[in-house]
């Protein structure tokens, strides 16, 4: 049996403001959310991604408007 901070080094588990388990990647500097369920397919898509470098879309940011408020808050 693999542990769980063996198979994704760099996940570690936190209670949001409403109890709720969720996942973060941290390193160097770095925050990525990885979401709820440990190990899902979206969890492991997200860790990859935060391992190579590569930016995680913001939530909410496929929904922007161009030109709009939440377009410069998901920029900023």
Same mark, same amino acid.
């Given at each position: 049996?693999?542990?769980?901070?063996?198979?994704?080094?760099?996940?570690?588990?936190?209670?949001?403001?409403?109890?709720? /388990? &969720?996942?973060?990647?941290?390193?160097? !500097?770095?925050? %990525? =959310?990885?979401?709820?369920?440990?190990?899902?397919?979206?969890?492991? /898509? &997200?860790?990859?991604?935060?391992?190579? !470098?590569?930016? %995680? =879309?913001?939530?909410?940011?496929?929904?922007?408007?161009?030109?709009?408020?939440?377009?410069?808050?998901?920029?900023?």
């Amino acid at each position: 049996m693999v542990k769980r901070a063996d198979r994704f080094p760099r996940a570690r588990s936190y209670s949001d403001r409403h109890g709720k /388990r &969720r996942w973060r990647y941290r390193h160097k !500097g770095r925050s %990525v =959310e990885l979401g709820t369920e440990w190990g899902s397919e979206e969890f492991q /898509r &997200r860790y990859a991604e935060a391992e190579n !470098g590569n930016r %995680v =879309e913001k939530a909410g940011a496929s929904r922007a408007i161009p030109g709009s408020f939440n377009d410069l808050v998901v920029k900023f």
